[in-house]
């Protein structure tokens, strides 16, 4: 079996490259919230927004027929590699996350590392769910849009 060598878009690797400067920004600006002995507020709120955004991201841009229309198959994955991608990849972080709680956990507070990894997955993931369901929310009121862009073809 022969493999695929992947191909590399230079303008998906530009969108990708600005959406991820912006993101890592973002990143290093909610690292200067201060945080709360071995609780880091800057990483939990830079993470939980991320998971919000991306999966509203995903959502809005699989059940949006009027982003494709008006933006087409390119401004789609646009959207979605430099958004997603870049900018929700570079704003979280779970090698930072991973960290800090590692060194809680290796300076004696294995309680409250345990408890900031814990909280943070659980508000992930319901931070997803909430994402998921703006994105949905946001795609199905597009159909005016939709009708819109019918009549303007």
Not at 28 to 45: C, K, R, V
Not at 73 to 98: F, N, Q
């Amino acid at each position: 079996m022969g493999h695929r060598i992947p191909q590399i878009h230079p303008d998906i690797l530009a969108v990708v490259f600005v959406g991820g400067a912006i993101g890592t920004a973002l990143r290093y600006a909610f690292a200067q919230i201060p945080s709360s002995g071995d609780f880091h507020t800057g990483t939990l709120a830079a993470n939980l927004l991320a998971c919000f955004c991306y999966a509203g991201l995903t959502t809005f841009l699989a059940g949006s027929t009027a982003f494709a229309a008006r933006f087409g198959a390119r401004g789609k994955e646009y959207a979605s590699r430099g958004l997603g991608m870049g900018l929700c990849g570079g704003l979280s972080t779970m090698s930072t996350l991973a960290l800090e709680c590692f060194t809680a956990i290796r300076s004696g507070d294995a309680g409250v590392g345990v408890l900031y990894l814990a909280v943070t997955f659980a508000l992930g993931i319901l931070c997803a769910v909430a994402g998921a369901w703006a994105g949905g929310r946001l795609a199905a009121s597009g159909a005016v849009a939709d009708d819109d862009v019918r009549k303007e073809a």
